[in-house]
């Protein structure tokens, strides 16, 4: 990809209130592969092969789309490996050693593109029928019957895995000389997740029976292309995380294979999918929620609250102000992260697929929470700016928040006292700079700014450096007291008794946030769990994360976020998700 390209893509955008990128224009490494966005087109097959050979027609269909600035383009839905996988919607027939031709065709139009191309490579086993293709038998690890299909099948022998664990990586190997970037293997309802899924590995020991047996013949596949493309050929996986059907696949066995697969160390990327599709009930039925889903309030829409509502079901989100993205908001404000607005998009984008519904200038109150007839709330309300390391004077002071909001205009001299080390104060240094106004900002720790990292630091250093911005470590902020029109500052250190008075037009505290839980301990009582979170259920992500204290009370209560205590962007959304994977 050349560096025109990303630049083209990742540009900044112009708005009315700053400046914008869109995050899915931004590069994504996978691997050794740099992809120019992060827009793919997923593996379905539009059945134009001919003779089983991806040829002109089925070329232009994906060189368009290359055309139009996807990164990557799947290719083939289930282009079989083995004669014996006879296709059933006119799929690539990836075991011929002609379709390599075919394929470095496709794969040299698209990479003019800057397009990345893999394909999807498969046994279907059952999920086929004797009568296509060579007539030959179809085979599985079961002698049971695809409703789907309505194929019987013959249970495979040793002869027969080694055949087919060979027949896999000759595709793998066919795939790599067309000049491929990876490929993805469908275990999902194909001969794999058969394989895999005790309601249909009849298998003797050592391919059935435990659960490594039934993985076993998956990782020899793995293992059997791995040592034929070697290790930098890009691989993936898409399966069943959960069969949702009694005796079959199941959530934890799910979340097990996704950790060998990670362990092995043969696999790229992992594509998840929760459902079956051995009949049209269970095919219909892929990732919508059961009937017994969860109805939700979610208070407040900033980053931990817009992830609660993407993750959970059936969501009413009660916001206090006018549109969403709290904190994430006054963060966009300065050019050095106007990227975050992209966390706001995205929310709102997933949404339209969502059962989600905004009351946004709503102020929640517990009888607003109460009725709506909730079975969980979430309360992401974050958290208001905190003052409290003046021993006197609080009232004084203001947040970088009111710069930021531009509620408070800066003076002429100013102190940024930055208690927390973090972007706030120096993105209100800046603005407070560029104004013309003198600011100097100080802070106790004995390094400036810690949680800021060295190279996100540098672009804030270079515009205040040329203001003349002072930097001032290992003094602490006192107190404050008024004096005609300014204000008299007591400036002390941790490391003696030394105070010394300086004067100041404005003064400005940036110490974190103190939570907005006013509501949260007013439902608390209501709750079924009290509030109360299992630490070592979340951790394992098994069992009952909230704990039953009340089981007739009416909903479950969590708090997320800044409204826990004052933390970052990155807490408040792995708070909402790996919370929202057990709602």
């Given at each position: ?22 995050v ?43 055309k ?19 296709p ?19 794969t ?24 296509k ?15 789907a ?52 590995n ?14 076993r ?61 051995h ?49 994430v ?23 339209a ?224 998700q ?6």
């Amino acid at each position: 990809m050349q560096d025109s390209e990303v630049g083209r893509l990742t540009k900044m955008v112009s708005k009315k209130d700053g400046w914008s990128r869109d995050v899915l224009l931004l590069p994504y490494q996978l691997k050794h592969l740099t992809l120019k966005n992060r827009i793919k087109t997923t593996s379905h097959e539009p059945a134009y092969p001919e003779d089983g050979m991806p040829k002109e027609r089925y070329r232009a269909y994906h060189e368009m789309r290359a055309k139009a600035g996807v990164a990557m383009t799947m290719t083939a839905g289930s282009a079989t490996v083995s004669r014996d996988s006879p296709p059933v919607f006119n799929n690539v027939l990836a075991y011929k050693d002609e379709v390599v031709r075919w394929m470095a065709e496709l794969t040299d139009a698209c990479h003019a593109h800057g397009c990345a191309v893999m394909i999807q490579l498969t046994h279907l086993g059952r999920r086929t029928g004797w009568n296509k293709g060579d007539w030959l038998p179809s085979v599985s690890s079961s002698h049971y019957r695809e409703p789907a299909h309505r194929a019987f099948a013959k249970k495979m022998e040793d002869h027969d895995i080694e055949r087919i664990v060979s027949d896999y990586a000759d595709a793998a190997e066919r795939m790599k000389a067309a000049g491929l970037d990876g490929i993805e293997l469908q275990a999902y309802g194909h001969l794999i997740d058969q394989f895999w899924s005790p309601l249909t590995n009849k298998m003797d020991a050592p391919y059935g029976g435990s659960f490594d047996n039934r993985l076993r013949f998956g990782f020899m596949v793995l293992d059997a292309i791995r040592d034929r493309v070697g290790q930098d050929f890009i691989g993936g996986v898409r399966y069943t995380t959960d069969e949702v059907e009694k005796g079959a696949i199941t959530e934890e066995d799910g979340l097990e294979i996704a950790r060998r697969l990670r362990d092995s160390g043969q696999v790229g990327f992992l594509k998840v999918i929760r459902g079956g599709i051995h009949t049209d009930p269970a095919m219909t039925d892929v990732i919508p929620a059961a009937n017994s889903r969860r109805r939700t309030v979610v208070v407040g829409a900033g980053p931990g609250g817009l992830e609660a509502a993407r993750v959970a079901h059936d969501v009413a989100v009660l916001e206090a102000a006018p549109e969403p993205g709290g904190q994430v908001r006054l963060a966009a404000q300065s050019r050095h992260r106007a990227e975050k607005d992209g966390i706001i998009d995205w929310h709102m984008a997933q949404y339209a697929a969502r059962d989600v519904r905004f009351q946004f200038n709503t102020f929640a109150e517990a009888e607003n929470v109460t009725a709506l007839s909730p079975d969980m709330v979430v309360i992401a309300t974050g958290g208001l700016p905190e003052k409290t390391i003046l021993e006197t004077g609080k009232g004084l002071a203001i947040s970088a928040w009111d710069i930021l909001s531009a509620d408070v205009p800066p003076r002429e001299i100013v102190l940024i006292y930055d208690d927390a080390g973090d972007h706030p104060a120096l993105m209100a240094a800046e603005i407070i700079a560029e104004s013309g106004a003198q600011v100097e900002i100080m802070t106790r720790d004995r390094s400036f700014v810690p949680e800021i990292m060295g190279m996100t630091l540098v672009p804030y250093m270079r515009a205040l450096q040329k203001t003349g911005a002072v930097f001032t470590v290992t003094r602490t902020l006192k107190s404050l007291v008024r004096s005609g029109n300014q204000l008299e500052a007591a400036i002390g250190t941790d490391y003696s008794d030394l105070v010394e008075k300086r004067m100041y037009d404005q003064v400005i505290v940036n110490q974190g946030t103190l939570p907005l839980d006013d509501l949260y301990f007013q439902l608390k009582p209501l709750s079924r769990n009290r509030g109360r979170v299992d630490h070592d259920a979340l951790v394992a992500n098994s069992g009952d994360v909230f704990p039953q204290v009340d089981p007739n009370a009416g909903f479950d209560l969590c708090r997320i976020g800044d409204a826990v205590f004052s933390r970052n962007i990155h807490a408040a959304v792995y708070d909402a998700q790996r919370l929202g994977l057990r709602w």
